[in-house]
């Protein structure tokens, strides 16, 4: 109790602390975004191994989680000490190069960490010392972890998207954001709408235009905020995803048959939702006077 008393007396106690949870989870990010993907693989080969060959499975394997084996460089296996670790300071103080064997490790990771700091300051700046923060900071972290899974792998781990949907209608069944129903109801209608889409595509092309963690996610933003916010979230993420698409053509980055994953869009249009979406939405109506 007076930790919190202290945050919401304090701003700037409060948003040190923000930084530093962000900072922490970004790096905590990084470990997922990497292995996440890699244990589904295992997973999934496994099981395939299990159908087809039992008698071939492995009594033991090595395990590989979230947090073993202990990070090591990919170059030449230097196990990355505590203090190799901190995060940004420590890219920063080994100029983003290995400690053993000076290669240089991706700017990438240091990158999401300020990500992660910066989207849960903002989070603190909008809702306060407050418990929506904190299930929001949960939300954004979320979606920064999928946004770059589905950049490197264009996939949306259930893993991610399911727990966060719960975690949107347990929240709003004591309306920290929307009323229950609304709720439940954004849920149903987020999924159900880029489902209804994927299959009339489907139908009409023969092709897949889009794959199931592109409903379970546009549901659990639903879950979230509301069915009254998805036409916004639809209307941002196809607007935006368009003129990315088309700017990487133009480029010659991106062929017109390769895929591009929608997740991203979709997270990016959910956060503005989130925190300026009832001010767009009201000024939308004003210009078309409504």
Not at 264 to 288: C, D, R
Request: aromatic share 10%; hydrophobic share 50%; with cysteine.
């Amino acid at each position: 109790m007076a930790l919190l008393e202290l945050l919401q007396s304090s701003p700037t106690y409060f948003y040190i602390t923000l930084t530093l949870v962000g900072l922490l989870v970004g790096s905590f990010l990084n470990v997922v975004i990497l292995r996440l993907p890699i244990m589904m693989e295992r997973q999934w080969k496994l099981e395939c191994l299990e159908a087809l060959h039992p008698d071939k499975v492995p009594s033991e394997m090595e395990p590989y989680n979230l947090i073993k084996p202990d990070s090591t460089c990919p170059n030449c296996g230097h196990k990355i000490k505590p203090w190799e670790n901190i995060p940004v300071i420590s890219y920063l103080m080994l100029k983003g190069r290995c400690s053993s064997c000076k290669t240089s490790v991706s700017a990438r990771y240091p990158i999401i960490e300020i990500i992660s700091a910066l989207l849960t300051v903002s989070v603190g700046i909008y809702f306060g010392a407050t418990l929506q923060t904190v299930l929001l900071c949960f939300m954004i972290w979320s979606l920064l972890a999928l946004t770059m899974i589905d950049l490197d792998t264009q996939l949306l781990p259930d893993s991610i998207t399911l727990p966060l949907l719960w975690l949107g209608l347990l929240a709003n069944t004591f309306g920290l954001f929307t009323p229950l129903q609304d709720a439940v109801l954004g849920a149903a209608a987020g999924y159900l709408s880029l489902w209804s889409v994927y299959w009339l595509f489907k139908l009409i092309t023969g092709k897949e235009g889009m794959g199931y963690g592109d409903f379970k996610l546009l549901g659990a933003l639903g879950a979230w905020m509301g069915w009254q916010m998805l036409p916004l979230i639809i209307l941002l993420s196809s607007l935006v995803g368009t003129v990315v698409a088309v700017v990487l053509i133009i480029m010659k980055k991106q062929e017109r048959s390769n895929p591009i994953p929608f997740g991203p869009y979709l997270a990016a249009a959910g956060f503005i939702a989130l925190l300026w979406g009832e001010t767009l939405v009201q000024s939308y109506l004003q210009i078309m006077g409504l």
